[in-house]
């Protein structure tokens, strides 16, 4: 088998750190986790020791340098095809690697209104039309992913069992908690399905 290393942020704070390691877990893989502090005058020159983007999360694999949490989730999927990390349904999977990506690259407002900080809580922000419409897709989205796809299979998650969407949505959860937003009751109920998580409740230990 592979070595596996995952280097990872803050955990308090590194929500991109967060969504592989999640993944990781749920493989059942060994690996050795490196935790590289943020928001240090060292952490940069740390990050790019190990990959030239100089941003973590970065995972080696006998030590070859795999960065992006989701180029890193992507290659979780294909080498452990037994954790099933998309849905196995090809208009599930296509659905689930839609809404993966979306969070990859959007929601801008919530990301600079509402930094993940796992283990506090902070006031909750002004609710600015961009930041309003960003909690509303995001409910949206969880809503139509339930509805469709997680519902019917019968589980707790967006497409029925843990897939790489819930890894990409996890830190928007805590988000959620740490800052007080009032959630529709199937938004809420997805919410308190990532807080109960065991690696979820093992990482804000950890952090």
């Avoid at 935790?35 to 030590?63: M, N, Y």
């Avoid at 990859?104 to 509402?114: D, E, I, V």
């Amino acid at each position: 088998m592979a070595q596996l290393e995952l280097f990872i942020g803050t955990r308090a704070w590194s929500s991109w750190s967060l969504r592989p390691w999640l993944a990781l877990k749920a493989t059942g893989a060994p690996f050795k986790e490196t935790l590289i502090e943020l928001r240090t005058p060292q952490s940069k020159a740390e990050f790019l020791k190990h990959s030239p983007a100089g941003k973590v999360p970065i995972l080696k694999v006998d030590g070859f340098a795999i960065w992006d949490s989701l180029a890193i989730c992507e290659y979780l999927a294909e080498a452990f095809p037994a954790a099933k990390l998309w849905p196995a349904d090809p208009l599930a999977r296509a659905r689930a690697r839609a809404v993966s990506a979306e969070m990859h690259a959007g929601f801008t407002p919530l990301r600079q209104a509402m930094s993940m900080d796992i283990n506090v809580r902070h006031p909750t922000p002004a609710m600015t039309p961009e930041l309003a419409a960003d909690i509303q897709r995001i409910q949206a989205l969880w809503n139509e992913c339930r509805r469709d796809f997680g519902a019917k299979a019968g589980g707790p998650f967006l497409f029925g069992a843990f897939t790489v969407a819930d890894a990409m949505y996890a830190p928007v959860a805590t988000r959620f908690v740490t800052y007080g937003i009032t959630l529709d009751p199937v938004s809420q109920a997805y919410v308190d399905t990532i807080m109960a998580m065991p690696a979820v409740k093992e990482w804000a230990k950890a952090a």
